[in-house]
């Protein structure tokens, strides 16, 4: 016989040992366990054994059997390993006494298998609450609502659509034990974002198309709602609650316009799972398939909150078609996968210039609304100034020392602005005065804070009775209407009030031509307030629906531009307002007339008209037009050209007799006409207006932020 080398003999003696060391393990693959047990259980009988005897441990521990069934098939290789020692062991102390083997089919044969069947059992369960592992996965029970697995198969065409069907697999726990969430009720809500910003700030809203809802294989009701960004969806019957236990959604859908074309290569970044869910995310992927010609030249996943970089996920490449994703553990409430994979160009149909502006107009469609809504409201205007509102052309305009005939103070200074102001009524009450039909005395009141006032009294020597006829035309009340009111800044009168209202009338009726009323006077301008109230009617409503439109879909830009837009309308609404009235012919050479008169009121020097005989300065002529100064607001001008003639009337102890209180010692032109311009039309004002009578909750009643708004979220 050949002695073999030291070295070959060393080889072959390692070979021995390693075969030896694992026959046992190759031997107990091929037995169940032991010798005498193969006899009652074949494989298959083993593994629905053990798989029975572990789902009894879970139901102890109160695992629902469709959470178990569901998590079983991951750790039932682990189950295997960690039982067969514990198995082995009972079985072979079942098996030391017996001596006897009993006949497949006999009753003895049946009962030796049941025992053996419940020393099985009695293995697996100490195997398993041995084993920290499947303690933590299989047997601690969790009532917490979560999502098992959520996957999504997307698949995207040639033209850009994206077709996509999720399937998430949701836990219903009863709140009960290790539980942050029991949201689910009903079912789960789905929200899915059609609304997106552009790099301008814009809105850019994508197409949002369900196509089937089922739940554990069956059609699962289903309805929609509208929110901020997009679409909620709300799988499940408003009458019917779910039992606890596991349940299986599949959302299919569609959507467009969600790929991203760059110069050198397409790209579709997808945010699978959305970071908006309140529930933890055991484990989420996706499966991505593009067309045929295509091909996967990059791509990246990310996980985590909403910006995160972190990427505890992993991608797998099937062909050049075709990619899978997956996270590599649990997703946090607030967590989610995001996935971005990269093509050749020229493979999905990119959208032209023209269409992509379009969808931008689509969109974005409040401005270009607002911007018709801006030109109709300038060519409406234009149109309607040129027919109606533009003025006959001004004459030369000369010194008049003397007013229109027939006209009032009030008359004048209506007819020069075309509206009224408090001063009109202030030149009435002092021409009223002038003309000896009233008394005003002026004085102050209050301790600590003085309040202005004034009285209106009868005159000493009452006027002539056509003096008062012509006031009362004039200005549509009579003079005795006032006598013993008083006047008190800030505090509302009444009666005054009511004069005040009847002047407004009156003054309206003499000058302004309204379509259907005869003017009393003669009709000189119109105010033309039909295209001006439509004007102002077209920026409200168009207002109101922007406001609608932006409290569903905006953004910062969107409403920027949109308020902007409405500026521009309100700037050349107010801008043609203030031109739309018109004088008519007659109106325009009356106007000429009042300019010219209220030239020589407001020039300080007198001799600048010598050439043209003005009147002769004296008290009569300042008391005489003193209340078409204050009408036509050149009062303080008027009364400077008297200086000198009221200094001398001064020394000659001069003061009027219907104004008292408006000097300490002696009469001031300055003071005078001063507290009647301002003070007086400003008490006047402020006594005859009646206070708001809104409410508010400074008196208690009222909460911060009150009137509603406010929102809010939860389950379903």
């Known amino acids: 016989m050949k002695i073999l080398s030291h070295k070959t003999g060393s080889s072959t003696l390692i070979v021995l040992i390693l075969f030896f060391s694992i026959l046992p393990g190759l031997m107990a693959a091929e037995m169940p366990y032991t010798r005498s047990s193969a006899a009652y259980f074949n494989e298959a009988e083993l593994r629905q054994s053990i798989r029975e005897a572990s789902a009894g441990v879970a139901s102890d521990n109160g695992i629902p059997e469709s959470l178990f069934n569901f998590i079983y098939p991951e750790y039932e290789a682990r189950v295997h390993e960690i039982s067969r020692p514990y198995i082995v062991k009972r079985f072979r102390w079942l098996e030391e006494g017996l001596f006897t083997k009993p006949a497949p089919g006999t009753p003895a044969f049946q009962k030796r298998r049941t025992a053996y069947a419940n020393e099985l059992r009695r293995g697996v369960t100490e195997a398993m609450l041995s084993d920290s592992v499947l303690v933590g996965a299989l047997l601690t029970r969790n009532e917490s609502d979560r999502i098992l697995i959520f996957h999504s198969d997307i698949v995207i065409s040639g033209s850009g659509t994206i077709r996509v069907a999720e399937e998430i697999t949701v836990y219903n726990g009863d709140g009960s034990f290790n539980s ?13 974002p059609t609304v997106y910003r552009d790099a301008y700030g814009l809105l850019n809203i994508v197409p949002f198309r369900i196509i089937e809802i089922t739940r554990d294989g069956q059609p699962e009701p289903y309805h929609t709602e509208r929110a901020e960004n997009g679409t909620v969806v709300y799988l499940g019957d408003a009458s ?20 991203i074309f760059h110069p050198d290569k397409d790209e579709f970044y997808w945010n699978v799972t959305g970071n908006g869910w309140s529930f933890v995310i055991e484990k989420a992927g996706c499966s991505i398939r593009f067309p045929e010609k295509a091909e996967i030249t990059e791509f990246q996943c990310y996980t985590g909150a909403q910006g995160s ?20 553990g649990a997703l946090s409430a607030w967590e989610g996968l995001t996935v971005a994979v990269s093509i050749q160009k020229g493979v999905l149909a990119e959208p032209s210039s023209t269409s992509r502006f379009l969808d931008l107009v689509a969109d974005n469609y409040i401005l270009p609304v607002l911007i018709v809504v801006l ?20 004459g030369t305009i000369i010194p008049q020392f003397s007013p229109p005939a027939e006209m009032s103070p009030a008359d004048t200074g209506y007819l020069l602005h075309q509206k009224f102001r408090p001063e009109l009524f202030t030149a009435a009450l002092v021409d009223c005065a002038v003309q000896r039909a009233i008394d005003i005395e002026a004085g102050s009141e209050g301790k600590i804070f003085k309040s202005r006032y004034y009285r209106f009294t009868a005159p000493a020597e009452p006027p002539e009775g056509v003096t008062l006829g012509r006031l009362e035309q004039w200005y549509g009340f009579s003079a005795d209407d006032l006598y013993d009111e008083k006047a008190v800044k800030g505090e509302y009168n009444p009666s005054l009030e009511a004069v005040l209202i009847r002047f407004k009338t009156a003054l309206e009726g003499r000058l302004l031509i309204r379509k259907g009323i005869k003017n009393t006077f003669k009709g000189m301008f119109a105010l033309n307030q039909g295209p001006v109230g439509f004007g102002v009617l077209l920026i409200i409503l168009s207002a109101v629906a922007a406001g609608i439109i932006l409290m569903k879909y905006s953004t910062p830009v969107l409403i920027l531009y949109s308020v902007l837009i409405l500026v521009l309308c309100i700037l050349v609404q107010v801008v043609f307002g203030r031109i739309m009235s018109a004088y008519t012919p007659e109106g325009r050479k009356v106007l000429d007339h009042v300019l010219g008169f209220k030239m020589y009121l407001e020039t300080a020097e007198q001799r600048r008209f010598d050439a043209l005989n003005p009147p002769e300065i004296d008290l009569s002529l300042f008391e005489k037009y003193l209340p078409y100064a204050i009408a036509l607001g050149c009062e303080n001008e008027w009364a400077s050209k008297f200086d000198n003639v009221l200094q001398q009337a001064q020394q000659r102890g001069y003061q009027p007799v219907y104004f008292r209180g408006f000097g300490t010692s002696s009469f001031s032109a300055s003071e005078f006409t001063g507290g009647l311009g301002s003070s007086f039309s400003g008490t006047i004002s402020s006594s005859s207006t009646a206070p708001s009578q809104s409410s508010g909750g400074s008196g208690g009643g009222g909460s911060s932020g009150g009137g509603g708004g406010g929102g809010g979220g939860g389950g379903w």
């Open 375 to 394: 030109l109709l409201l300038f060519i409406f205007n234009y149109i309607s100034w040129v027919r109606v509102g533009r003025d006959p052309a001004a």
């Open 240 to 259: 019917y609650y779910l039992d606890r236990g596991l349940y299986r959604y599949r959302i299919e859908y569609e959507t467009d316009d969600q790929l």
């Open 309 to 328: 970089t972190g990427n505890l996920c992993s991608a797998t490449p099937v062909d050049r078609t075709q990619i899978h994703f997956a996270s590599q």
């Open 180 to 192: 942050e969430n029991d949201e689910i009720k009903r079912g789960i809500v789905r929200t899915f």
